[in-house]
């Protein structure tokens, strides 16, 4: 039996420019995607959120350029608390997966500290 499961990433972003935003969507999505062995069918929708510092593209864009074409996809922008770490592009990933699933949450590069205190998420 499936059930409904939420999975939440998160990157670093180089600089405020199209490509750097593009490479490490690609990259955490790439990540996310091994890491839970999921496919474009088992997902039902995935919102990322960026910096205020980030505004250069969609994250989106990365998204739609790995195939997830039927997913719906949403970008908004991070809650830009004082002192919150800058150019971070995050995810939460909805999909469904078998009940014994354990979701393998993914925090790259610099947002590695955002949750350090996953094993898994790193």
Known sequence: MQRLFALRGANSVARNDAAAILD???????????????EPEAMVSCIFTLTADLDAEFP????RQLGLSRV????TR????????PRVVRTLLHYYAEEDHVPSHVYLNAARVLRS??????
């Open 24 to 38: 490490a969507t690609d990259e955490l999505m790439r990540e996310m995607i091994a890491r839970n062995g999921l």
């Open 60 to 63: 989106a864009v990365a998204a």
């Open 72 to 75: 719906p996809l949403l970008c």
């Open 78 to 85: 991070e809650v830009p608390v004082p002192g919150s770490l």
């Open 117 to 122: 205190d996953l094993d898994s998420a790193q």
